[in-house]
């Protein structure tokens, strides 16, 4: 059975950085590309990165570069999101999400999420 | 980016009844077009991908159609259980974008 369970989310100030965590199993991790989607009240559904696995590639959305950085640990089985440079914006539930393919694609498994809340 | 347009934004229905949800996109994406079902406090689930693929485990009340720019998701025959909010997303092109969402309610 496939698990996704992420951790790391909650209250911070503007300016200030978090590090989320997605724990996976029950599928080979280093086979398929995964992602990070966020949402927000204000923009619904929004992609925030991905890691193809297709030539080890990053994205992101333009909104959340240059500030985030997505990383893997192969042997861990873990997708981490590190958030700096946090802005009120970027308030919401963060979802890991296992990509259908080796590249970004859709989202056939999601997590829980964990609430990020960015606030003074 | 591009913009997917998801109408109408609520859907009144009872159960047993056909519905029908539009997706429209700001440009072709082919035929890479998912759906999703979110219920509250839930994440989203995948229910078809490119454009009419079921998902696994997904009920054969649920299907899709389309290619280009305009998209469909019909059910069938609504369970209780469908009652939720339905997104469209595309992958044609970077980044993946998600449609504002209709929310499917009982009448």
């Known amino acids: 059975e496939v698990q996704l369970v992420e951790s790391g989310g909650g209250l911070v100030q503007p300016g200030g950085s978090l590090r989320l965590s997605c724990a996976t199993s029950?599928?080979?991790?280093?086979?398929?590309?995964m992602s990070w989607v966020r949402q927000t009240p204000g923009k619904g559904l929004e992609w925030v990165s991905g890691?193809?696995?297709?030539?080890?590639?990053?994205h992101y959305a333009d909104s959340v570069k240059g500030r985030f950085t997505i990383s893997r640990d192969t042997l861990k089985n873990m997708l981490f999101l590190q958030m700096n440079s946090l802005r009120a914006e970027d308030t919401g539930i963060y979802y890991c999400a296992k990509d259908r393919d080796t590249m970004l694609s859709e989202f056939d498994y999601w997590g829980q999420g964990t609430l990020v809340t960015v606030s003074s | 980016e591009i913009v997917l347009t998801q109408s109408p934004a609520t859907l009144s229905l009872s159960p047993g009844d056909r519905a029908t949800l539009s997706c429209r996109a700001s440009?072709?994406?082919?035929?890479?077009l998912a759906w999703y079902q979110q219920k509250p406090g839930q994440a989203p689930r995948l229910l078809i991908y490119?454009?009419?693929n079921r998902a696994t485990g997904i009920p054969a009340r649920f299907s899709g159609s389309g290619s280009g720019t305009d998209f469909t998701l019909t059910i069938s025959s609504l369970e209780p259980e469908d009652f939720a909010v339905y997104y469209c997303q595309q992958r044609s092109n970077l980044p993946p974008t998600f449609g504002g969402g209709t929310k499917v309610e009982i009448k």
């Open positions: 490119d454009a009419y």
């Open positions: 440009q072709g994406v082919s035929s890479y």
């Open positions: 890691f193809s696995v297709s030539g080890g590639v990053t």
């Open positions: 029950g599928f080979t991790f280093s086979s398929y590309a």
